[in-house]
Nanobody
Framework: QVQLVESGGGLVQAGGSLRLSCAAS?????MGWYRQAPGKQRELVAT???????NYADSVKGRFTISRDNAKNTVYLQMNRLKSEDTAVYYC???????????WGQGTQVTVSS
């Protein structure tokens, strides 16, 4: 069973930066981040495969960068030029193949003040 430990959330002013980290208990094929704001559905933010292929939500392209350290089984989300609309609980996600499985972190709060 994959365990995910998230860190890096907090309070930041609009225009500022924050970096989220998610450490997995094992090697994962695809890791990423989702977020859920109050009253809204959970949405994909960014994903990255073991080989480095990335996918971003349109709302964060050019501002957020996802990366991973395969040796540490850790994924990072560098968030720059943060906006109040980015305020949400951010959840780390991990997916494996052969066998297929999905895992979620506990969530970390990101609050952007204007």
């Amino acid at each position: 069973q994959v365990q995910l430990v998230e860190s890096g959330g907090g309070l930041v002013q609009a225009g500022g930066s924050l970096r989220l980290s998610c450490a997995a208990s094992g090697s994962i094929f695809r890791m990423g981040w989702y977020r859920q704001a109050p009253g809204k559905q959970r949405e994909l933010v960014a994903t990255i495969t073991r080989g480095g292929s990335t996918n971003y939500a349109d709302s964060v392209k050019g501002r957020f960068t996802i990366s991973r350290d395969n040796a540490k089984n850790t994924v990072y989300l560098q968030m720059n030029r943060l906006k109040s609309e980015d305020t949400a609980v951010y959840y780390c996600h991990a997916g494996t193949v052969n066998p297929f499985s999905v895992s979620w972190g506990q969530g970390t709060q990101v609050t952007v003040s204007s």
